[in-house]
């Protein structure tokens, strides 16, 4: 193994301070009271950045993101609930499948993955089908890095009185959200995005009366958000053993992106590692699949070299002994790749890293794109 970590430019787990690995030196026990005021702190500091304090309780839930997106439908949802699930790629069929193995009734809306789901879909949608209870959405879906239209697909959902369930896994904390004008009965992020914790601990902002009326709903113990929340509400400590280094690792991960300028600061540096990307890519002669005005600036996905002298395992490998970690395609129709622009990376890093790709392309004599 180097001696040197490979940045990862991936979408979580991603690239964390030295100060935040620090924070997990230590052995935190679930009764003590410093612990329970640390989980306390990170929750009310992550309600704070979607000002929904007011509106949303914050429960964390242990696990990776996908625990907390399942615990939002099964604590939200009630059994003969109808979902609308609006699906632009892996993580939108993802929702949809939730639904399934939960035996919740669901219906999909499906567009290409370069195509994101609009308002008058929605719209449409919700005249069409009475029965529906709630939509659930991908706000940044990680599969490409397309941003879905959240502020006016909540308005529609909300003008026609229904649930709204957003997985805004890869945008909370770098791209603007706000509960007192986006309405919604939860919303789903976790510790290890672009928060720039460790991953471990998913968190869902649940709207305080939807909450309150979901008792009794789930069909699990464990992911029951409801009890989740007045367990903790009660005795200040989490059901079942917490993540307690990744809780530490949160909180000083939180003390870090307050020092950074909250989410103006931190979406300027994912704002310029993105454009230092793509600009770097562009020289290089590799295209990325989204058009700008739709590419959020979380992750980027790139077409591959059209050239037979190109295969992913062996530029992956030489791109990572030269230092950075890039992630695998997930598109079914076009082969591509793609490159995160979150974690504690700057756009310096982002200009390394498109130096690395060139000169691995150059090795293996990658000529056509
Ligand atoms: C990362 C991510 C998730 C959660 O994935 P896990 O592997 O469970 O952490 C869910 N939705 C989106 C959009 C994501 O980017």
Known sequence: MSTVAPILLTPGP?????????????DWGSWDDSFNQLTARVCQQLVTIINGADSHHCVPLQGSGTFAV??????????????????????GKRLAKICEVLGRRFSTYETAEDQPTTASDVERLLRANPSITHVALIHCETSTGILNPLADISMVVAHHGKGLIIDAMSSFGALPIDAQKIPFDALIAASGKCMEGAPGMGFVFAHKTSLANAAGRSHSLAMDLHDQHAYMAKTGQWRFTPPT??????????????????????????????????????????????????????????????DSRYQFKAFYERVKAKGFILYPGKLTEVETFRVGCIGHVSPHDMQAAVNAIGEVLKEMEVQHF
């Open 245 to 306: 280094h990744v809780v530490a690792a949160l909180h000083e991960a939180l003390v870090q992106y307050h020092e950074e300028g909250g989410l103006p600061g931190r979406y300027k540096r994912y704002a310029a590692n993105c454009q230092t990307l793509l600009d770097g890519m562009a020289r290089l002669g590799i295209r990325s699949f989204l058009p700008d005005a739709i590419q959020a600036p979380i992750i980027v996905t790139f077409h591959a070299p059209k």
């Open 14 to 26: 991603l690239t964390t301070s030295a100060r935040t690995r620090r924070a997990m030196m230590v």
């Open 70 to 91: 399942e615990a939002a439908i099964g604590t939200l949802v009630p059994r003969d609930g109808h979902v609308l699930v609006l699906i632009n790629g892996a993580y």
